[in-house]
């Protein structure tokens, strides 16, 4: 079967049936043109990593599934215990909410430093709130990562034309490296403006506040 058929037969895009691969929870074979062909036992792997991932089941726990290191009895248990987890968690928050709500509080009236000691407390008896900071951290870093990938792609651009021109009509070495030396040194500057921008998201910006 060709992807485009695999789409339709299992109701996973395109891209998440490469990204799966990427990630080793699939290997379909090769026809003789280079293409990748599925088999009825891809199909089935998919669908079962499909019931799995509905279920929120991490890709690392599928990946020791596929390989035997953890059985589906295991598996399931443990997932179980991490839901329950959850359940008690969003179930705390919820009377949480609704208490704060019940004091006919406004924004102007309401006493965060008593609230978020009682957080506290109850973050030491177990219960887990929302880390929205940290969601936010993922969220610039992704941004970031997104934006650098591509400026260093268009800079990878006119390097790889150098690059052929120089081998295709033996263009003089120094000719060559002057005119490289400008999208290089780009995408260098890139990545070290990504690499500290990454580092600023990680250890300052978001938790800048929490250090008061």
């Given at each position: ?13 395109r891209k ?94 309401l006493p ?45 651009f006119p ?54």
């Amino acid at each position: 079967m060709k992807i485009n058929e695999v789409e339709q037969a299992v109701g996973i895009t395109r891209k998440n049936i490469r990204f799966y691969e990427e990630q080793g929870l699939l290997k379909p074979g090769r026809a003789a043109n280079g293409y990748r062909e599925y088999t009825e036992e891809d199909l089935q792997v998919l669908l079962k990593v499909k019931l799995l991932r509905k279920l929120a089941i991490p890709l690392e726990e599928i990946r020791r599934l596929q390989s035997g290191h953890l059985t589906l009895e295991d598996c399931l248990r443990r997932h179980l215990i991490t839901l329950e987890r959850e359940s008690k968690n969003l179930e705390a928050m919820e009377k949480f909410c609704g208490r704060i709500l019940s004091e006919d509080l406004t924004l102007g009236s309401l006493p965060a430093d008593r609230l978020l000691t009682e957080m506290e407390n109850m973050e030491e008896g177990g219960t887990k709130f929302m880390d929205a900071q940290r969601q936010d951290k993922k969220i610039r870093k992704r941004a970031s990562l997104i934006v650098g990938g591509a400026a260093i792609v268009v800079m990878a651009f006119p390097l790889g034309i150098i690059l052929w021109f120089t081998l295709q009509y033996q263009m003089p070495l120094p000719a060559a490296l002057i005119m490289g030396a400008f999208p290089a040194g780009g995408i260098l500057c890139t990545l070290a403006v990504l690499r500290e921008r990454m580092h600023e998201i990680e250890g300052g910006e978001l938790y800048e506040a929490s250090k008061y």
